[in-house]
């Protein structure tokens, strides 16, 4: 295979696109800028193919090479190393055996992923990369058209929130709204009834609202343990709840945000 390359040392310039993999500052500093996003593991990175993601390089534990190398059939070189390279260059064990680095592609303005939407989700300050991940997997598991986050929320192109997504960050189309929270009214005016989660008693359970409201609807959420600014509720059009039993007052944001999407859309498969 003449595009597969053995490494050998783990401060090879050629694998610049995996270092410190679990350094959140470095990457955030490094992947954006230079255009590029780390998909782990042979099924994130089909996804990734699949969605037309062009590959940059792979790299993989060189007892796979046979096993993943025709991922790369555009050509990207393919790194192949012992796991002590592999966890030396990322800085944990690669136990899925295979990373790929992949071109990021310009975003989606929001008035482009609205227009193309019946149903979306709206997330405010969510920072969490496993929530994110959590989140996108839901939406597309459960429905919803596409995603839109406030300018502080986490990259959904990042590793591990494409990762915990298998890979489904890929499947949903998102955009940063922004101004924040000025943009929701952009959400209002594409005739969007924006739904805002909170777990308030004096707000309306979500099995009450009306087929109208339903019919176009954004839900909005905020972060864990704030929850939704009361700038970003003040531009809702209703606040609702999900009915909790036990003393318990809400659920982790993924947790919440997959059952509000499925009683938004579960009678459209009655």
């Not at 401060?11 to 350094?23: C, E, F, I, K, W």
């Not at 090479?65 to 190393?81: C, D, F, H, T, W």
């Not at 979500?206 to 864990?224: D, H, I, N, P, T």
Request: glycine share 10%.
């Amino acid at each position: 295979m003449e595009h597969v390359e053995p490494v050998s040392d783990a401060s090879d310039d050629r694998l610049g696109d995996y270092r410190a993999l679990t350094d959140l500052a470095l990457r955030t500093r490094f992947e954006q800028p230079h255009g590029l996003f780390i998909a782990e593991g042979e099924l994130v990175i089909r996804r990734a193919l699949r969605a037309g993601f062009r590959m940059r390089s792979m790299l993989v534990d060189a007892k796979r090479v046979g096993q993943v190398a025709e991922l790369a059939g555009g050509g990207a070189p393919v790194y192949a190393g012992a796991p002590k390279v592999l966890e030396s260059v990322t800085g944990f064990h690669v136990h899925r055996g295979v990373l790929a680095s992949f071109h990021r592609r310009p975003l989606p303005s929001a008035a482009e992923v609205l227009a193309g939407a019946r149903r979306v989700i709206i997330v405010e300050d969510v920072n969490n990369h496993t929530n994110i991940g959590a989140l996108f997997r839901g939406a597309a598991g459960l429905g919803m058209d596409g995603v839109l986050l406030s300018p502080t929320c986490a990259d959904p192109l990042y590793r591990r929130s494409v990762r915990v997504s298998m890979g489904e960050v890929f499947a949903v189309p998102y955009a940063f709204l922004e101004p924040w929270p000025q943009g929701l009214g952009l959400v209002r005016e594409a005739g969007f009834t924006v739904l805002a989660l909170t777990p308030a008693a004096d707000a309306l359970p979500m099995q009450r609202l009306s087929v109208e409201q339903k019919s176009r609807a954004a839900l909005l959420f905020g972060a864990e343990g704030p929850g939704l600014t009361d700038a970003a509720m003040g531009a809702s059009s209703v606040r609702v709840r999900l009915p909790m039993t036990g003393g318990v007052d809400s659920l982790n944001v993924a947790a919440a945000a997959a059952v509000a999407c499925w009683e938004l859309t579960r009678e459209d498969a009655l």
